[in-house]
């Protein structure tokens, strides 16, 4: 998994290994709003459908839908957007239209719980459908990641599936795990006051004291450590979190 290592972040003590994400889920797996319809002679785009061009065409004319046309370019690789990549191939040799994303304003309606389309009602459904296409795009493109926090090697959390640059989204979560595991509860141990020795189970030994007069006894409990070491009194010992 090596070859996947984008950076390792220490924090705190621990190590947060950030990896793209070799194998992630398509966010057209997800609970969308829009449906991604596509058409390509090499790639498999978008969601899976029956339709062909011309319904597609007919579709998104009506007045009822909320649709964005999508591009891709492929050139060493291939991305999306609604937007086109003439900024970086102004004769369009490798990008064209592949598609539309849409919604029928019934969905939409729906979606929101709203009786009328207003103008910011269907500028809100646009933004959606842009981050839709924005999120399609990451994986396209293998921008999408995952984390693994360790501590001397050893491992205590991992999530993957993060789309977008790590700062974002990625490192913030893995960095609020880390300060939720310092404040897990922590083991309580003993530390002789002689030499230092820790342990977490303190021995106790009950055994017969004699007043300084010598004539009369007492029962009293001793604390004694593996290292040898006694404490002849509780509060005497020193008590420390890990």
Known sequence: MEQYKVETIEYKGYEIHVYQ????????????????TCFHRRYELGDKHSMDIEEL???VARKDVISLPLFLIDHSGVSMNTGGFSHCDPQGWDWGQVGYIYVTREDALKEFGK?????????????????EVEA????LTGQVYGYVIERNGEHFHSCWGFSGDPKDHLIPEAK????????????TVFRCAECGHEQEVITQ???????????TEYEQTLYVFECGHVEESRDDLLVVDR
């Open 115 to 131: 009786k009328k389309l207003t103008r910011a009602l269907r500028e809100k459904v646009r933004k959606i459908l842009e981050g």
């Open 21 to 36: 994400d070799h194998d992630p889920e398509s966010p057209r797996e997800w609970d969308n709003l829009g449906t991604m």
């Open 205 to 215: 030994q009950e055994c017969h004291t004699r007043y300084p007069n010598g004539l």
């Open 176 to 187: 609020s795990i880390i300060d939720h595991l310092g404040k897990e509860k922590k083991t």
């Open 136 to 139: 399609y795009d990451q994986y």
């Open 57 to 59: 065409k007919e579709l």
